[in-house]
């Protein structure tokens, strides 16, 4: 599909058929939350299309490392490491610079670290599972971590979630804003998941896949994935559960 014509101002439109559908009851929390009325369309403001701004030194030199932002001094979380990194583009796939990423996972076991959570794998008390970072000049950005671990949720009566890592991301304005998960090569719990399964376009579901990077892993250290991420247009990555996006 061409899509090289370049706007005229404001951002280009999101294609809705190519997100989730908001109410799929095999995901059961959609039943009660999914819109009872069509959405609506509004052009984009200045506001959104020039903010918000951040800059890098709105971070703490160990943000971007899970490994090590949460550890008591001379610890390290437990679990495979692995760096995750890709570039973060608009839909005629130019650089998007200084936007934000934030990140959330469960730890190696499966299990976050929140007050509601409700699964019996342990704690690990050096992993707190959360980090953030800005893109670079070129939409490059990197973060090292633990693999998560796959974890049971109360869906049905035996539903387990793919391994994951939430990304919520500011672009260039906040009209840009996506939250997503990025999902792992080779696991295949993947295609069994209710919430994977409201996606109905194959390839939509195979662009949250990050592929294994043998490039970037470090020996005896870590694994890399990559996990690139469009921003808007028809080729945006998929929001994570509202087909109207933000």
């Known amino acids: 599909m061409s899509d090289t ?3 005229q101002g404001g951002y280009a439109a999101r294609q809705p058929g190519h997100h989730p559908v908001a ?4 995901y059961r929390t959609s039943v009660k939350r ?8 509004f052009p984009t403001s200045i506001g959104e299309e020039s903010g918000p701004v951040f800059g890098h030194d709105l971070l703490g030199p160990l943000d971007a490392d899970l490994l090590h ?17 890709g570039k973060v583009r608009d839909q005629f796939d130019r650089p998007v610079a200084g936007a934000l990423i ?11 670290r929140h007050k ?8 690990d008390p050096n992993f707190g599972g959360c980090g953030r970072t800005i893109t670079r000049e070129d939409g490059s950005y990197e973060f090292r971590t633990v ?4 974890y049971p949720w109360p869906n049905g009566p035996n539903d387990w979630r793919p391994a ?13 804003r996506l939250i997503t998960q990025m999902y792992f090569e080779g696991d295949p719990l993947i295609w069994r998941c209710p919430i994977v399964g409201s996606i109905g376009d194959k390839s939509a579901v195979e662009r949250l896949i990050a592929p294994l990077d043998m490039n970037r892993t470090v020996p005896m250290d870590a694994r890399a994935y990559e996990f690139n991420i469009t921003l808007r247009g028809r080729r945006q990555t998929m929001f994570e559960n509202r087909m109207e996006g933000l």
């Open 102 to 112: 934030e990140v959330w996972q469960a730890n190696a076991g499966g299990r976050y």
């Open 23 to 26: 109410l799929y009851p095999p």
């Open 5 to 7: 014509k370049i706007p």
């Open 164 to 176: 994951h890592i939430h990304f919520s991301l500011f672009g260039a304005g906040f009209a840009q």
């Open 69 to 85: 932002n949460y550890a008591q001094d001379g610890a390290s979380a437990i679990g495979p490491r692995i760096i995750v990194h």
């Open 34 to 41: 999914s819109p009872q009325a069509a959405p609506l369309s």
């Open 116 to 123: 509601k959570e409700g699964y019996i794998a342990p704690l």
């Open 147 to 150: 693999l998560p671990g796959p």
